[in-house]
T-cell receptor, first 112, second 117 residues
Framework: AQSVTQLDSHVSVSEGTPVLLRCNYSSSYSPSLFWYVQHPNKGLQLLLKYTSAATLVKGINGFEAEFKKSETSFHLTKPSAHMSDAAEYFCVVRNNFNKFYFGSGTKLNVKP | DTGVSQDPRHKITKRGQNVTFRCDPISEHNRLYWYRQTLGQGPEFLTYFQNEAQLEKSRLLSDRFSAERPKGSFSTLEIQRTEQGDSAMYLC???????????????FGPGTRLTVT
């Protein structure tokens, strides 16, 4: 069975400081993992994906995530937060039947 | 290509009424997915189509819910005899297999927000 746990429902950082959004997954197979971002009143946008190639994945807007099989984690990071990064972020695992399982989301607040 | 579109964006209905939502996927995408997202939760899978065939339905999808994709292009999701618990954002996504990295990515529409009063 596949599932995703996002450990923090809310994260608050100051502009210019690092961002860490945590995600742990469980999967019966080699997983494909994704991070999506959802801005208010906008659709979900793909940030980055891991599909069994490089374990460090770079995405849009300076975000990256590292796949760690031993820790079953896929945490999302960014070196320096920007006000425009304030949004809700979802970690997603895809199973071998191309079914997507979403985490419950982490709301990122960026303080000026 | 304008991406995935959904219509309407908002729907307010009274309990017991029927509602229908439409999703237009990205034109060359053969897979189409429906999700439901309630407040404070991530999207939950409802059903998906490959071309016009409905391949899987979630247990969340009661008999009051039906989805179609008659020509393998746009899809409709109908909810009969709506209940207050049906109030949610209904999201549509489409995808196509990528040879570049041997994977599917899902592209989401803006969603239809349903409020049942």
């Amino acid at each position: 069975a596949q599932s995703v746990t996002q450990l923090d429902s809310h994260v608050s950082v100051s502009e210019g400081t690092p961002v860490l959004l945590r995600c742990n997954y469980s999967s019966s197979y080699s997983p494909s993992l994704f991070w999506y971002v959802q801005h208010p009143n906008k659709g979900l946008q793909l940030l980055l994906k891991y599909t069994s190639a490089a374990t460090l994945v770079k995405g849009i807007n300076g975000f990256e995530a590292e796949f760690k099989k031993s820790e079953t984690s896929f945490h999302l990071t960014k070196p320096s937060a920007h006000m425009s990064d304030a949004a809700e972020y979802f970690c997603v695992v895809r199973n071998n039947f191309n079914k997507f399982y979403f985490g419950s989301g982490t709301k990122l607040n960026v303080k000026p | 290509d304008t991406g995935v579109s959904q219509d309407p964006r908002h729907k307010i209905t009274k309990r017991g009424q029927n509602v229908t939502f439409r999703c237009d996927p990205i034109s060359e995408h053969n897979r189409l997915y429906w999700y439901r997202q309630t407040l404070g939760q991530g999207p939950e899978f409802l059903t998906y189509f490959q071309n016009e065939a409905q391949l899987e339905k979630s247990r969340l999808l009661s008999d009051r819910f039906s989805a179609e994709r008659p020509k393998g292009s746009f899809s409709t999701l109908e909810i009969q005899r709506t209940e207050q618990g049906d109030s949610a954002m209904y999201l549509c996504a489409s995808s196509q297999y990528s040879l570049r990295d041997s994977s599917y990515e899902q592209y989401f529409g803006p969603g239809t927000r349903l409020t049942v009063t």
